[in-house]
């Protein structure tokens, strides 16, 4: 112990961190040498004077490459962390350099990207002008990895279930979770002001794909409802490909409900007068919560608190 402790404080360097990123992403030495523009022998020698300092074996070796053990797995996982909060310190320094305001990278899921995100990166413009902001937009499983590893810093999305959620993660919820059927502006159904679940029985339905985090819930209320999952359905998680085709034929879709009075507010869609409350995760912000957050990360999560707190549906207590 006394020798691991001792290397990490006095001898762990930037070029090792690098080192296992590289061999944990290509598993091949002579790529990983190609990719850090040194010779294999040299990657193999830096490898075992890593190992040999740190006293453990981080990779097994094999004919076709190279795998992390379970201590190679726990140092690059970190690694990761470092290398990008070390990025991070770079791009705040060059833009207090440059006189910006820093810099923050947001994640955010498709759905909130037109309703939530726009609103919020204005009123951020408007305090704090010379801020840069990066906007990654993906699903919850493509941002999570991502922000646990440092390359993003906040994500405004579904919060994650009990079942899901861990402690390095911290979150604040901004909305309920309810959902509400909506059809496109010239639907047969779109000016009705009362409906029964049955009239909804003649038409197809865009859903979440079999298997997606919001499929189950959704598929199970609509049930209780007793309305049943014809098999001429279309399957995605893009609002882009719900708006479109929506709007071009009369199946019926659902979104969560700050997501559908966006576009009814903007003429695009109709939402029908039949709700699924509590049906999804709140919509909230999640972050690491080992994080050192930035100025510019703080700044970003104030402004989408500011303009939740403005729309429909949000949580009491926001600060506008």
Known sequence: MAQLDWYIRANLK???????????????LGKVAASLNISQPAVSLALG?????????????????????IYGECLIRQA???????????????????????????????????????KALALLKQRTPGTTVLVHEGAMETLLPELRRGAI???????????????????????????????????????????????LSAFPWVLPP??????????SALQQHGVAIPSNTIETLSTHVILTYLQSSDALGILSKVVADHYRD??????????LPDVLRPIGLTWRRDAALSPATIQMMQAIEAVSAAAPGALPGLQA
């Open 210 to 219: 079999v298997g997606s985090l919001p499929r189950e819930p959704l598929e």
């Open 266 to 275: 903007l003429g695009l869609l109709a939402v029908l007068p039949l709700e």
């Open 14 to 28: 930037p070029r090792h961190l690098q080192l296992l990123v590289a061999l944990d992403d290509l598993r091949n």
């Open 49 to 69: 004077e890593l190992e040999k300092g740190l006293g453990i074996r981080l990779f097994d070796r094999t004919a076709r490459g190279v795998n992390p053990n």
């Open 153 to 199: 810093d906040l994500i405004v999305g579904r919060l994650l279930s009990h079942r899901q959620s861990s402690d390095d993660l911290s979150e604040k919820p901004l909305f309920e979770g309810s959902s509400t059927v909506v059809v496109g502006a010239a639907h047969p159904l779109a000016r009705r002001k009362r409906l029964r679940w049955s009239d």
């Open 80 to 118: 990761r962390v470092v290398l990008g909060s070390l990025a991070q310190a770079r791009d705040e320094l060059r833009a207090l350099l440059s006189g910006a305001s820093g810099k923050t990278t947001l994640g955010a899921l498709p759905a909130m990207a037109p309703a939530v995100v726009p």
